[in-house]
């Protein structure tokens, strides 16, 4: 049964997350809120990951959530429903558009699917910076900014926009400095 729950989870997901690797988050954070074996900070520490290794970054958190759920096999399974629905879904949408491509209609639906899109990978993103640099649980309001963290985003994301480097250079940048902090 922990199978088929694994899978039918993640062929929704793969359904329904329109936008790429992040946009799998708000159902991660779903799964999690519903379930006692999968935490939020369980899922900011897989999207740390997930985004450090190479390969798409929804195929690398459905993997890594199917691994903590049930191991290797859940790990496989996890990530191959996330993408048999992608897979069926662009094999019919390519031989449709191919005989609708200059259709009015079918470029105002394409119009409309750009901002869906970019609303659902902007609310994922604000909810990984939320999950990285906020904590909930502290008792105070000013105590609930991980100041640390942000110190680390806002000094990272200025070097990213002033500087331009490779992806890698910024990622263990923020290794290393994880480890001087004591994050």
């Known amino acids: 049964m922990s199978m088929l729950y694994l899978f039918a989870n993640f062929v929704r997901i793969g359904l329904f997350s329109i936008g790429g690797g992040l946009a799998i988050l708000p159902f991660l954070f779903e799964m999690a809120d519903n379930s006692d074996w999968l935490t939020r900070e369980m899922i900011g520490n897989m999207l740390a990951v997930a985004q450090s290794l190479p390969g798409a970054i929804g195929a690398n958190l459905s993997a890594y959530t199917g691994f903590e759920y049930a191991g290797i096999p859940g790990g496989y399974l996890a990530a191959i429903s996330l993408t048999v629905p992608s897979i069926i879904i662009i094999l019919i949408v390519a031989r449709t558009l191919e005989a609708f491509k200059e259709s009015v209609i079918v470029k105002n639906v394409f119009s409309g699917f750009r901002p869906a899109a970019a609303g659902l990978l902007s609310a994922a993103g604000f909810g990984a910076i939320a999950l990285s640099?906020?904590?909930?649980?502290?008792?105070?309001?000013?105590?609930?900014?991980?100041?640390?963290?942000?110190?680390?985003?806002?000094?990272?994301?200025?070097?990213?926009?002033?500087?331009?480097?490779?992806?890698?250079?910024?990622?263990?940048?923020?290794?290393?400095?994880?480890?001087?902090?004591?994050?």
């Open 133 to 183: 640099l906020w904590d909930g649980t502290a008792p105070e309001w000013f105590l609930h900014v991980r100041w640390k963290e942000t110190l680390i985003f806002a000094a990272l994301f200025f070097l990213i926009v002033k500087f331009k480097k490779h992806p890698i250079v910024y990622i263990a940048a923020a290794g290393v400095l994880g480890v001087v902090l004591k994050l």
